[in-house]
Structures are given as C-alpha cells and as structure tokens.
C-alpha cells in the first residue's frame, strides 16, 4: 500500500501545517494572554469589557475572561486552567482559598442585589425588609396557586448563591418551596431570568447592572422594589491562582492585574462605570474604604458579610493566603 | 515467429467457480487470435489476465519472454490495453477519454492532440472530440472505446466481444479497424467473439474454449474444416447448427438439425455437416405468408436485444435464430416476448460450413 | 421592545459595516473552513479506501462511521475541554484551551464521520469497471483511484458542502473549548447565544440572519459553480455536434 502511506504522510503534514499555522496566527495576535475565570454577571454588564481595554492600552498582556457562573469559575480555578478569578461568593471564595488553590484575595468592588417584581406589587412587598418580603411572597404564591410569582436564576451562580441564603435567613427550607409551583426556575443568565420574570409578573432577585440594562431599553417593565439594605450587599473579589500547587499558572502577570483593579485607576474605572448610560455607576470602589477603615456603615456591612473568619479575627485575606513576596497588596 | 505472450498452466479460481484451469497457450507476435466458446467458458477472465488486471491463483504469464510479478506489473500494463465488452466510459469528453492514456504515458499535448485524432479517425468519428462521451449513441460509444485503446498503439490488444451489442453499421466499422490495425501496425491481436463474419474473416488462429480450458487452438480454416459441428453444437458462433444431409425427392438437400427442424439448401451435400445462416438473410413476419423461399419455420421470440436502430432477436424454431429487423418494423409488429412469428430464408442463404 | 423592533435593529446591525460583526464573521468563515479543509485531507482518502477495497471489518467501520455522524456536540465539546484543560488534560499542555485552533480541532473531528460517510456512498455509486478500464490504458492502483475520485466529484464535493455546514452551524465544541472569549474566539454561533445572555437580542438576531444568510449563499455559489461546468461541457458538446 505503498501510495497509501504517501498519502496519510501528506495529510498528517498538512493537517499539523493548518493546525500550527492558525494557531501561530491568533498567538501572534495575542502576545501574552492571560486567562481569568469570572461570573456571568460581570461579564454581562460590560465592566470586564472596559477593564480590558483600559488594561491592555497600559501594559502588552492580554485579558482573556472566561464568562461561566460562580461554581464553573471556581472550578476551573481549582483545576489550575485559569490564572485568575474573579467572583462574588464570599463563602465559596473561603473554602477555595482554603482548599490552597488561591492567594492574595482583593475586594475591588461592591454594589447591591435588588428585588425586582411587577408594578402592581401583587404581594405589597414594597418597602419591606428583605425577609418580610420574601414572605409575603411565598403567602401570596401558595394562596394562588395557579400562578408563578418568583423566578429563580436556578444556575448554582452567585446571584443564585445570594438568593438561597436570603431564603435561609427568612427561615425556609430552600429545597422545600422551590418545588413549589408559584417557585419557578430559570436555570439561565441574569437577563433571561428578568425576561421570564417579566413575562410571568413575577418577583426575582437581580443584580443592578443586568436590571438597568433591560429597564432602561425597555425590555423588561419589572420595578425594583428592595435594594440598599445590609442583606442585598453584593461584593466582587479578586484571587490569583496558587503558583505553587498550580505551576502552569502566569502568576506575575495574574498579579499585575490584579493591582490594576486596585491601583486608583482601576478603582476610578469602576466607581464611573455606568454613570454616562444609566445616570449612576453599577459599581463602587472598595479599596479606599477599607484601607481608611471609616466607620461609615457600609464598611462595617462589607466586613460582616465578605470578611473571611480566621482565628475570632476577620480578614480581607486571611494573612496563611498571602504570597509574602507582595507585602504592599496589604498595607 | 516471436511469442508475444504465453500462459504456462494458468488457473483462475473465484470463489466457489474455477474460471480457467490449466490455460497454456502461446499468442504469436503480429498476428490475431480470437477465443471461441460458450458464455461462461473463461474467455473474459483469460483477457483480464492478458491485461494484468487479473492475478492468475496458479501459474505463470510471459511478455516477450519476462516473467510478470507483483513489481513490473505496472509496467507489462503499459504494454496491452483491453476493450471491455460492456463499454465503459469516462464522465468527460470523447477527447478526454481517449486521451487518458495518453496522458497516463506522458505524451505531449502535440502528441495527443494528433493521437487522438488518427484515432477517432480510424473508427469514422472525425470531430467529436468535444463531444460528452456518454451522450452519445450506444455504437458510437463502443467506437470510442475502440479509438481509446487504439490511440495508445500497445504491442497486444484485446478484445471482448467488441461488437457483440451493436448494429451491422457500427460492428462493421469496428471490424474494419480491427483489420486495419493489424495489418498496418502489426499489432498482436487476442479477441473474444460470437461473431461469424468476424470468426472467418479476421483471425489466424482460433482457440475454443470450453469450462475454463482450451480445448482446440488452430488456423481458423484448420477449426472450421474439422471442427465445425463442435462450433455449431455449442453455439459458439451464432446460426451455426449442426445436422444431417441427404437429398430429397425433388433433388435438393435437406438437413436435420434436430428438433423437428429440417434446412432447405440449394447446394448439394450429404452426411454430416454444419450450416450457417446469416440473421441478415432472414426475413420475419407474424403471419404465415407465400414466398419464394424455401425455408419456413413458425417459432417464438425468447430473446430481445435493443441495439439502436435495429433490433436483434433470438427465435426458437425448435432450434435458436438470430435474426435482425429495424426498430421501425419491430414496433410497427409489436413484438414482445413469447410472441409467434414465422421466419423464413431462401435455400441459397443457407451456407454450409 | 417586540420583534418587529428587534428585526428592524438587526437588520440595521446587519447591513452597518460594525466591525466585531465581520470579526466574528471571518473568523467563523476560517475556524470552520479549516475544520473542513481538515477532514477532507482525512476523510476522502479514508472514503476512498474503504469504497474500494474490500477487508475484515468493512460492515462494522462503515457503520461506526455511519453512527458518528450524529455525535452531540455538546458531549464531543465536554469531552475535549476536559482534554485540553490546562492542569488535568492528557492534552492540556498544548495550552490549547479557550483558542479557536481548540475549536478548529473539535469541529475537524466533529465532522470527519459526515464526510467519510457521504464521500464512500458517492465513490460507491461509481462503476467498479471504471479502476479495470483505467488500468488497462495504463494507470497504476493511485491514478485508477484517482479516476474513480474524479467520477464520484460531484457526490464528494457534496460531502464537503456537508461538513462544512455542520462545522459552522455548530455551537456545543465552540462553547466549551472556545469560551467566547470577547476578539479571540468568538463565532457566530455563540455570539447569537451570549448576545442574548447579554439581553441584545437585536445582535442576536443579526448574527442569526449572517449565519444563515451564509450557509446558504455558500452553498448557492457552490452548487452553482458545479451546474456551470456540466453546463458548459454540455454547451460545448452540443455545439460541436451541430457543426
């Protein structure tokens, strides 16, 4: 078979010749990537998209945002496959620096969750705190049975995260009441979630970027009615991989953004964001409060909820997660 | 005489069926040999084998003396070319398709180009070299197929049954190719036919075949003179019978060739003896009719052949004719199968062989 | 905003020279091409073989390939990411994870079966006395392959046709090896599905006018340019007999 074998060289060659030819062609296009595991909602609201290019014009490293949800991000990062994260779960962010899979933990950013519903407030929520709320909700769900009144992200990302815990603190039993029919699950982004629930006229828990957005062009007519409060605090964090327990990681790089976020430009970047669309920012900066420590109470609302325990004392990063070679990250 | 080719205790098995057995033969340079036998008797499988494009399971084959393996068999290709008795053509152009071969050798496209018209040429299709091949008629078809072979002037050419589905007009054609090629080329000829006309007339030796072995190689007058009735008995050639003469009351002879069928001839013979009618002498019709000739036999249409612009059928009598009608008369008669008509040929027509 | 909001915006989007459009375009026309340029440099010589020769084990390949064809991508797409994955993969340290070359691959194997299964069908239908005949004028065993090939070109190049549809239709192996990273991998498959994630739906739905606006003009060119040419020898063959 002696032509045969001829050709299966050729193919071979010419196989390997397109694969490292396209592959050499978007390297060359991309210098040094880096690559950061980070949540859908962060992605979706643009901010990622206006860090890079702000980014990329300062230093020759390429960002590369893996947009999956929460347990997705951290998986990857466990695996050693991405270089960064970039979440908003502080209990999960605990075990993963926990499990030694991550260092020097930043807080760059925080905003609120809200709960959104339909303008005619079917279950007069408005005004309440977030427990009360949510009670009244699963009231007016099981005396009308025949309607949903709450849409779930139903995902395992952070929004969702958030919202199963609001559910714990009201006293329900999570599994119990999302088998419940007024309960319905999404199982989809922050946008289709809004959709459905604006279909539905139901309530939902949202981020506030996802929920201007479609407020503001008019795909969805839902109303925030709770937001602000200590409950509904939304913390974003940075974490590069462990160099050590991952070596493949580019952790100098990983570094280099991570002081992007928090050098004052990061932090001006994302105080601004969103203020020329919506009016107001989506985000607020979080280094400079923490660094003063005032006694303004949303640094005490941070510290509560996105501080990591460790020996009765709470940290930003607990100091056994802090690579000793970058003492200026924690002045 | 120089051996062109040789085949030393041949044998090709398939399968279940043993297609030759123990073929030993010597093929003549220059010179025609046509293979003679019944359907099935090895003819195809021992032209494949003289193309190398069959390997024989036993035995050896010989080109001007070298010995042919697995590795020159490439090359011994180059020498020889067969025409297949199912016209195989290229989805291209008649140009194209005669030129494969040509090209195959590396010829240069001055080289072809002139090839490929001497070819066309010599089997009366001048111009068509833009033609689809597959566009045309059956006849011309095989003519094609013919240039083809020819364009590439191979030592040895083989022939299966190059005529064997097409009209007097297009046969005589390639008859007339045939004979030109050898005679001016020299070309060392082996062909496989059922043909009369061609059996007589064109080769120098005959080889019979029968259930994978020859069984009879000679000079074609040797095999008609002693042979004829093995001929005639295994249809080998077509309207050949075999039967017994003996003169008749009013004088003329009369032969049985069995089944209740007895031939008028007008020449005198008695005994054994084999005749030949040719299908062009025979006249068909579907109703008894008056004439002149002295040899009437109602039979039925066992077999049908579409050639094109005439149409060829095979009537049992008690013995099997083939006759020849154009395709207007055959559907003005509306014949199918199993249809009774009444064949009839003067005594004169009738050929003893 | 209704559809027929969405429709007028996308349709704007569409015709509006907007330049990630035609990124993402282009790099679909090349991911996809490649993959296809691939598994036919694979797929036709495997076709031919298989086609032609006879050997132990020819039923049970055909329809392994046979059954290939309708792989999920989601579960090929799974699969290599796991391959690839830069710490655990038995592949990972090709660093090729989240690169269009990962989904160049993916889609290659992806369609690798819908080319082999259609080209064999295609070399199949031609007549086996055409190898003989070729090798009686001359041709050894690759050239009478080769003529067998240019006989079933049509049905090959539907093939072709075949698989490349597939590979730029697909979402399952972009999504989990590409990641639409923004400028580096996304297509236009998975743009229609993040834009709307992102609640553009008007994007998406431009992008889902391109993509089918595409496959269909390709394929409109392609079977074109073949009518053509049997036309033209056709024309030609016509006129040189009226002559």
Known sequence: MQPWTKLLIIATAATVLIIAGSYAYFQSLIRTRLLISTTASLYETGLLNATRQAFETKYPINLAFIAVGTGQAILQAQGGSVDALLVHSPSQEAQFLAGGDGVCRKIIAYNFFTIVGPASDPADINGSSVTTALQKIVDYGRNHTASRIWVSRGDGSGTHTKEKSLWAKANFNYIQISAEFWYASAGQGMSQTLNMANEFEAYTLSDTGTYWKLSKDGTVSLVAFITETKDLLNVYSVMVVNQTKHPSVNFTNAITFMKYLISDDGQLLIDNYGKDTYGQSLFHSTVQLLKQNSTLQIVQWIKDYAFIKEDNESYECPPQYRDSRYPELYP | ?353 | MNMLDCLIASLQLSFSIDPRIIEITLRSLFVSGSAALIAALWGIPIATIIATKDFHGKFLIKTIFNSLIGIPTVALGFILFLAFSRETGPLGFLRLLYTPTAIIIGEAILITPIIVSLATTAIEAVDPEIANLAKTLGASESQASLVVLKEALEGVFLAGIASFNRAIGELGIAQFVGGFIFGQTELLTTGIWIELQLGNPGTSIALTVILLTMVFTINLALNTIQRIRMRGREWKSLLSSEM
């Open chain 2, 1 to 353: 005489m120089e051996v062109a080719a040789e085949l030393r205790n041949v044998t090709k098995t398939f399968a279940e069926k043993r297609a030759l057995d123990g073929v030993n033969v010597q093929i003549f340079d220059g010179e025609i040999l046509a293979l003679l036998g019944p359907n099935g008797s090895g003819k195809t499988t021992l032209l494949k084998i003289l193309a190398s494009i069959l390997r024989p399971t036993d035995g050896e084959i010989h080109f001007h003396g070298v010995k042919v393996t697995g590795q020159n068999v490439e090359k011994i290709r180059m020498e020889s070319t067969l025409v297949f008795q199912k016209t195989v053509l290229f989805n291209t152009t008649v140009y194209d398709n005669v030129a494969y071969g040509l090209r195959i050798r590396r010829a240069t496209k001055n080289e072809i180009d002139y090839k490929v018209a001497h070819a066309l040429k010599l089997v009366r299709l001048e111009g068509f070299e833009k033609r689809l091949a597959r566009k045309l008629s059956g006849g011309e078809q095989q003519r094609v197929a013919l240039a083809r072979a020819l364009a590439l002037n191979t030592r040895l050419l083989l022939l299966d049954e190059p005529t064997a589905n097409l009209d007097p007009k297009n046969a005589r054609i390639i008859e007339d190719a045939i004979a030109t090629t050898s005679r001016e080329l020299k070309t060392t000829i082996v062909m496989a036919t059922h043909n009369m006309f061609q059996a007589k007339n064109l080769p120098h030796r005959i080889a019979l075949m029968e259930n994978g072995k020859i069984t009879e190689v000679g000079t074609s007058t040797e095999i008609f003179e002693r042979l004829s009735k093995t001929l005639a008995s295994f249809a080998a050639v077509e309207n050949t019978f075999a039967g017994t003469a003996r003169v008749s009351e009013n004088g003329s002879t009369v032969i049985d060739v069995g089944n209740n069928v007895q031939v008028v001839a007008a020449t005198k013979n008695v005994g054994e003896v084999s005749v030949f009618v040719s299908p062009e002498d025979i006249i068909m019709s579907k109703s008894r009719f008056e004439s002149s000739a002295r040899n009437i036999f109602k039979g039925k249409i066992v077999e049908i052949s579409d050639l094109g612009s005439v149409v060829r059928l095979k009537v049992d009598v008690g013995k099997i004719f083939t006759v020849q009608i154009t395709k207007q008369s055959f559907s003005e008669m509306r014949l199918n199968l199993n249809s009774e008509v009444f064949l009839a040929f003067k005594a004169s027509s009738v050929q003893i062989i």
